[in-house]
């Protein structure tokens, strides 16, 4: 093996842990129902995110409340 095998296998071992921190982070969010693409304002919802709709559905059981 030369130097620049092993410099390759070390970027794919990288990659791949990178890859599998990814794929356990978007599974944690499926799981709980969290989305990472809405932020805490409403201007950022577009297109139908599901995480929209909740905090839509939240803000109007809190008005209902007060």
Do not use: P, Q
Request: charged share 20%; aromatic share 10%; proline share 0%.
């Amino acid at each position: 093996m030369t130097t620049g095998d092993i410099a390759t296998w070390v970027i794919f071992a990288i990659i791949v842990v990178l890859f599998c921190f990814g794929l356990r982070r978007v599974y944690r969010n499926f799981s709980s129902g969290k989305c990472d693409s809405c932020g805490t304002g409403s201007s950022c919802c577009s297109g139908g995110c599901h995480c929209c709709d909740s905090m839509e559905k939240k803000a109007e059981n809190g008005k209902k409340d007060a």
